[in-house]
């Protein structure tokens, strides 16, 4: 019986680590070639990681919610085979070693991925990639029943599946083997749910088993988790601390909290931090504000969507950027220090700031300056649930050229954002507020709204930031305006 050791991909995003989220199965599975096995999360993304062979799953090396580096092994397979077939099974550290004989091929992150839906477990939702790479899985994914492991056991030993012998066989198949680098899949792995909210109990320290969900069909949702979590504080914290005053400082805090709470920095905060840190340090950071009417642009919107139209405020600013950059491209545009140049853009890849339980992702619309308003509305939509949802690819998420973040959805008026690394702008927009404002000559009640423009003045000069941003008013305030920059 041959052995092989498999080690975690280099998933082609230029990361180096990858948090376990979920396995798929258990020690003693048989799986297939390309049936997932896992799902990781990387700071971009949760893509489902297929299986490179078909085998046995003889040993897990690591549990969920482990962060585990490129090149470790992960996995150990048995196969049918002779025993020189077997990988690294006179040497099991040189799994561990991100040697090319143990790499497997690059994937190519840019290529359309698969929805788990179509190729992942039997009860976990519609939601991530598919690992590119190794190629959509050849059969549904679900993971096989006990009587099919048993038929494919069977014809492996030469006996019938229905024989006394092959029941037995099946029963073991079934079991974890008890190894010490097995580690049993856990109880709540087995519970109805997603990964998000199994990341969000792990965290927490809740134990699903014992959570009643209250979603469809008793699917365990993060408002469960929170108040298991609040209720296991409450019970700890009454049977710890005294009611007396002289006993020293309560161990919980208001509203039953925890006094300290702590969470690992890892996945898509630790990213967006270090990404952010680097932006702040490298790119002098310019911001400039622009409040204007834009009564004509909500009036807009509102007469679209009566006929039917898909339409939104956040859509008619990404059509004035688009516009905007036109008439300004250094905006959109590149600061690329390896090669001693600027790089200036001719098309748009429009990132949309969108904020996740997972924290902030930037996932852009590629060629933005090709689609129509509707068609801007529809796709913004689209990534937006995507990015909630935690499906949006590694492939939407990389090579922005400039971005929006709408800071007014939280009922704040302006910022100053700080730029998306490699990009030469990003502009804010605020909430809309009824306000008293100078109209045809006589003070009005009007919807005011500010823009706020951060840009890279290496890049971009206080002019250039300024034209651009008052091209981008020039629409909002009135939307015919267009018609005169086009």
Not at 6 to 28: Q, R, Y
Request: aromatic share 2%; net charge negative; glycine share 8%.
């Amino acid at each position: 019986m041959a052995v092989k050791e498999f080690a975690l991909p280099d998933l082609g995003e230029g990361l180096t680590e990858s948090e376990i989220v979920e396995w798929h199965v258990a020690v003693g599975d048989m799986v297939t070639l390309n049936q997932p096995i896992a799902e990781v999360e990387t700071a971009k993304a949760i893509v489902s990681l297929p299986s490179p062979v078909a085998g046995k799953i003889s040993a897990l090396h690591a549990e969920p919610g482990a962060t585990v580096t490129v090149g470790t092994r992960i996995v150990t397979f048995e196969l049918d085979g002779e025993a020189g077939e077997t990988d690294t099974q006179d040497d099991p550290e040189a799994s561990q070693k991100p040697a090319q004989s143990q790499k497997p091929a690059q994937p190519d992150m840019s290529a359309p991925t698969e929805k788990s839906g179509e190729a992942g477990s039997s009860d976990a939702p519609e939601r991530n990639s598919v690992l590119v790479g190794y190629g959509p899985a050849v059969e549904s994914g679900k993971r096989p029943t006990r009587k099919a492991r048993a038929a494919q056991a069977a014809q492996q030993t030469g006996q019938s599946a229905d024989a006394p012998a092959a029941d037995a066989l099946a029963q073991t198949v079934e079991a974890p083997a008890k190894t010490v680098n097995a580690p049993a899949t856990p109880a709540e792995a087995r519970t109805k749910t997603t990964p998000p909210v199994r990341k969000l109990a792990h965290d927490l320290g809740v134990d699903l088993t014992r959570v009643q969900g209250t979603g469809p069909d008793g699917l365990i949702t993060r408002d469960d988790v929170s108040q298991a979590a609040d209720a296991g504080d409450q019970s700890s914290d009454s049977a710890t601390v005294s009611p007396s005053r002289e006993s020293g400082p309560r161990a919980g805090g208001s509203n039953g909290r925890p006094r300290e709470q702590r969470t690992p920095i890892k996945s898509v905060r630790k990213a967006t931090a270090a990404a952010m840190v680097s932006s702040a340090f490298t790119a002098p950071h310019v911001t400039e504000f622009l409040t204007i009417d834009v009564t004509r642009t909500i009036e807009l919107v509102a007469r679209l969507k009566a006929s039917g139209t898909s339409a939104s405020v956040l859509a008619v600013i990404a059509k004035a950027l688009c516009i905007g950059v036109a008439r300004n491209p250094s905006v959109n545009s590149r600061w690329d220090a390896e090669a001693n140049e600027i790089v200036e853009f001719g098309y748009i890849n429009l990132g949309i700031a969108v904020a996740t339980p997972r924290g902030l992702m930037v996932p852009n619309l590629k060629d933005a300056d090709s689609l129509t308003l509707a068609e801007l509305t529809d796709a913004i939509g689209t990534i937006a649930r995507d990015a909630r949802a935690s499906k949006a690819t590694p492939a939407s998420l990389n090579g922005g050229t400039i971005s929006i973040t709408n800071v007014g959805v939280f009922g704040i008026d302006a910022g100053t954002p700080i730029l998306n690394p490699g990009e030469a702008a990003i502009l804010a927009m605020g909430a809309v507020r009824k306000m008293p404002w100078e109209h045809h000559g006589e003070i009005a009640l009007r919807d005011v709204m500010t823009l706020s423009l951060s840009f890279d003045h290496r890049l971009v000069d206080g002019e250039q930031g300024a034209r651009f941003l008052t091209d981008v008013g020039a629409i909002l305030s009135d939307p015919g305006a267009v018609l005169g920059m086009v």
